[in-house]
């Protein structure tokens, strides 16, 4: 079965500090795409960052990294310098193997202390 | 505004009635897709379609529901004799489907409660 796995329901961190979201994920196939989302209060689904299963070297995007662990099937998320608007749900989803769909976990709510 | 928009925005209906919901996607967009989110819960696929054709659907998906997106542009989703159930965030996303890496893009969603 396809599965994504967000342990952390809540999450917290210090203004400028770091903090990172752990996911896990089950397939059995070889290509396939991992994704986080931001969903803030009330407001659309937006995308973080992306990970392409082919690829060994990490995505980055500004503030956001990823540690993509391909044997463990693990996908944590690393925001630095963390920032007042980063407070909001986060989703680990992925597309795991030619399903044209995505299988999202049940989300992780950061939030962050000034 | 260039993203996916959502109508109506928030639904309230009677146990019963039917209700119907439509998604504009992005309008190069081929791939639209339904998705259901409850409270605490992530997103759960309900269907998808590249161009006019309905590819899947969910098992979630049950006969009540119906889906369409006449001349692959916007899409419809209707639910017939709602049912306490079927109260959700209903969100449609749209893609463009080709070689490489693919991203969805989403509405922002119609929240609907079946009193």
Known sequence: ?114 | DTGVSQNPRHKITKRGQNVTFRCDPISEHNRLYWYRQTLGQGPEFLTYFQNEAQLEKSRLLSDRFSAERPKGSFSTLEIQRTEQGDSAMYLCASSLAGVGVWEQFFGPGTRLTVL
């Open chain 1, 1 to 114: 079965a396809q599965t994504v796995t967000q342990s952390q329901p809540e999450m917290s961190v210090q203004e400028a500090e770091t903090v990172t979201l752990s996911c896990t994920y089950d397939t059995s196939e070889s290509d396939y795409y991992l994704f986080w989302y931001k969903q803030p209060p009330s407001r659309q689904m937006i995308l973080v960052i992306r990970q392409e299963a082919y690829k060994q070297q990490n995505a980055t995007e500004n503030r956001f990294s990823v540690n993509f662990q391909k044997a463990a099937k693990s996908f944590s998320l690393k925001i630095s310098d963390s920032q007042l608007g980063d407070a909001a749900m986060y989703f680990c989803a992925g597309e795991l193997g030619a399903t044209n769909k995505l299988i999202f976990g049940t989300g992780t709510l950061l939030a962050v202390q000034p």
